[in-house]
């Protein structure tokens, strides 16, 4: 399965974005689908997860309460709903079918990508 992120913008601090995963190549409801982000100068940091079983979610403390993910394996896409943006949520932001932080980061590279950039 193949994933592109998109959605990411401009925002100030305080607002929101969805940002979308859509997926080809395979069905995602297959997959646990893990967001992740990158921050400039700084390591790739795992920020959600969703299983493909029972739709079960987990979210890094530094998103916890402000992100939500969610899926539609309708429209085999993923998405990810940020509010209360802060200066610190700017990263690049990539969607995997894969949860674990370890294998993901040893890929190496994590496709486009979307850039979020917060204002304050």
């Known amino acids: 399965v193949q994933l592109q992120a998109s959605g990411g913008g401009s925002v100030q601090t305080g607002g929101s974005l969805r940002l979308s995963c859509a997926a080809s190549?395979?069905?995602?409801?297959?997959?646990?689908v893990g967001w992740f982000r990158q921050a400039p100068g700084k390591e790739l940091e795992k920020i959600a997860c969703?299983?493909?079983?029972?739709?079960?979610?987990d979210y890094a403390d530094s998103v916890k309460g402000r992100f939500t993910i969610s899926r539609d394996d309708v429209k085999n896409t993923v998405y990810l709903q940020m509010s209360s943006l802060k200066p610190e949520d700017t990263a690049v932001y990539y969607c995997e079918p894969d949860c674990s932080r370890v294998r993901v980061r040893a890929k190496g590279s994590w496709g486009q990508g979307t850039l979020v950039t917060v204002s304050s």
């Open positions: 190549g395979s069905t995602l409801g297959n997959y646990a």
């Open positions: 969703i299983s493909s079983s029972d739709g079960s979610t």
